[in-house]
Structures are given as structure tokens and as C-alpha cells.
């Protein structure tokens, strides 16, 4: 594990990929509710993505840099 390898703490890091993962629970129940909206679906994972890798996954690189 690259996080584990560098000393990077992570433990925040996790934590917002525990709560994507269980928003995405709640969401794929809806779906079998054939509640889903996808439009929604696609903003959230759209959105996500874009601010967890400019923030959290790019302070992952600068100690992973740091480390090597």
C-alpha cells in the first residue's frame, strides 16, 4: 500500500472513501427502489472525484514524493 509505504497518516484519507462507498450504498438501495436519479448519480460521482483528487488524493502525492 502506497499510503502505508510513505508513513502518509491516512486515516482521514479512508474515511472519505468509507463515506463515498456508503453514499453509494444508499443510492444503489434507491435504484432497486427504481427511485434513482441519474442525472444526480453521475453529478455526485462527478463531483466527488473531481474535489477528492485536487485536494486529498494530490496531498497524498506530496508525501508519497516527499518519502521517495
Not at 444526480?40 to 472525484?49: D, H, N
Request: charged content about 25%.
Amino acid at each position: 500500500n502506497m499510503m502505508a509505504a510513505s508513513g502518509y497518516p491516512g486515516v482521514e484519507h479512508r474515511k472519505e472513501h468509507q463515506a463515498l462507498l456508503a453514499e453509494l450504498r444508499n443510492r444503489l438501495f434507491s435504484m432497486q427502489q427504481e427511485t434513482i436519479d441519474f442525472e444526480k448519480l453521475f453529478a455526485f460521482l462527478a463531483s466527488w472525484f473531481k474535489e477528492h483528487t485536487a485536494t486529498v488524493d494530490r496531498e497524498l502525492v506530496r508525501v508519497i514524493d516527499s518519502a521517495s
